[in-house]
């Protein structure tokens, strides 16, 4: 049966009755797939994590494998972390283990749907050339022995057993060749593994430059967003960051880069999608594996939103507003501590009742409310709440400032205005409105 065009990158599409991922087969099931091939040549060959993939992949194949139009053999897809899952490591480890193998020709991949946004590869066994290969391993004498144990102690953890546990040290250094005749409690592997793990976090020089481009060639994306997605450095993200731009985007500066103006195209990430719990992403979010590899899919709704590199004038009045009511905000908390609102309150609904549009507005309210709506349905009834509010604000501020709302707020136009015209770079104003917005002593900008 041939696979249909279109079809979803993240769903197995292996069998009818298989679910939306492989899942985890028990150890029973999996005894059974190893009948045709030795494990023991297979790890001769390939080494113990190539061997267990191989194994994995041939399980799979033969329990919802599928046939494609045109192309012989069986066929299966697996998201990369779903067999990260099952191997017990990275997902940087399953993406270098695939492009060996197919190196070598023992996998094969085909991207057999025809949506360009639909790259995903589907991977089957060369049976002809794993048959090969393992009948002419032939069991080798004790000199050939010694050599592969050399190389396994280069290449993959030491295992010491005492039947019981099972202990893993990464520096062969640290045995002096002769783990076999260690006793355990002599080794201190706690110490071994903080080691290790320092070795791992530490990044070299060019590493540092490296993820320090990163983050500015990020951030510079979305300058000019409202709320920017800001990238940042930490101890916890930094060898994070090299792994995602070695594995992901081949050490290339700028795929990492469209990667960044990719999330800025996802109305979804940036936040502005109305969902049940505000969902807005964030940058240690969008560095994950998994992540990764559904906006790479086209996921989330990339492409739905205009770049904000291409809509500044836009942001820069939105964000100008934003300012206005924020700040608008402030002066009526503020005048709100300085005065006796139960009080005041009380005046300006008898200033209201008694003073008429025309005539006896000596605060200048009253010009703003709808002449059509009688006064008493603004100052009782619950749809004209909001307009009660603004006309009580504007009372109290003309009352103790001399000012009235609608007049600060344009007050505040104006004065943002001025720092646009003072600004030469565009991309910095956003910053500077966000700045006004946190001052504290804001009357003084009406002043």
């Not at 065009?5 to 028990?26: C, M, Q, V, W």
């Not at 994590?49 to 139009?69: D, H, P, T, V």
């Not at 393992?134 to 057993?161: A, F, Y």
């Not at 307009?387 to 707020?409: A, D, G, P």
Request: with cysteine; glycine share 2%.
């Amino acid at each position: 049966m041939p696979i249909e065009r279109g079809l979803d990158p993240h769903i197995n599409h292996a069998s009818e009755n298989s679910k939306n991922y492989i899942n985890f087969f028990t150890y029973s099931e999996y005894k059974k797939e190893q009948t045709k091939y030795s494990y023991f040549k297979l790890e001769k060959v390939f080494g113990t994590r190539k061997a267990n993939f191989i194994n994995k992949l041939k399980y799979w194949l033969s329990k919802c494998g599928r046939n494609i139009n045109g192309i012989s053999g069986k066929w299966i897809y697996n998201p990369t972390h779903e067999w990260a899952n099952q191997l017990n490591c990275s997902t940087s480890t399953i993406k270098r283990l695939i492009k060996s193998l197919e190196e070598q020709g023992i996998i094969l991949s085909k991207k057999v749907n025809a949506k360009r946004y639909n790259q995903t590869k589907w991977y089957s066994l060369n049976f002809n050339l794993l048959n090969n290969m393992l009948t002419s391993q032939d069991i080798k004498d004790n000199t050939v022995k010694n050599k592969w144990t050399n190389r396994l102690v280069q290449n993959e953890p030491i295992i010491i057993s005492n039947n019981r546990n099972n202990y893993t040290n990464t520096s062969s250094k640290k045995f002096k060749n002769n783990y076999s005749d260690s006793k355990e409690e002599e080794i201190n592997f706690s110490n071994v593994l903080k080691e290790r793990t320092a070795q791992k976090t530490k990044l070299t020089t060019n590493e540092t430059k490296l993820v320090e481009q990163m983050v500015y060639l990020w951030n510079k994306v979305f300058i000019y967003s409202r709320n920017p997605i800001k990238a940042y450095i930490s101890k916890s993200n930094k060898k994070a960051l090299v792994d995602v731009l070695n594995n992901h985007f081949e050490g290339d500066l700028d795929k990492w880069r469209e990667y960044a103006l990719a999330v800025n195209s996802s109305q979804f990430l940036m936040g502005e999608k109305e969902t049940k719990k505000n969902f807005r992403a964030i940058f240690s979010w969008l560095i994950k594996e998994e992540t990764l590899e559904k906006i790479m899919n086209n996921e989330y709704g990339i492409g739905d939103r205009e770049l904000d590199m291409n809509n500044i004038s836009k942001n820069i009045e939105e964000k100008k507003e934003e300012v206005v009511n924020k700040m608008d905000k402030k002066i009526s908390e503020y005048m709100k501590i300085k005065i006796n609102d139960k009080k005041e309150r009380e005046e300006f609904i008898e200033y209201v009742k008694s003073a008429s549009i025309t005539e006896d507005d000596r605060y200048g309210i009253l010009k703003n409310i709808i002449k059509q709506v009688p006064k008493n349905y603004i100052l009782e009834r619950e749809e004209y709440k909001e307009i009660k509010e603004n006309l009580y604000e504007s009372y109290v501020m003309k009352k103790h400032l001399s000012i009235t709302k609608i007049e600060v707020r344009e007050k505040i136009r104006n004065k943002i205005k001025k720092i646009i015209e003072n600004k030469e770079n565009s991309h910095k104003l956003l910053e500077e409105l966000d700045k006004k917005i946190m001052k504290k002593q804001v009357l003084k900008q009406m002043s």
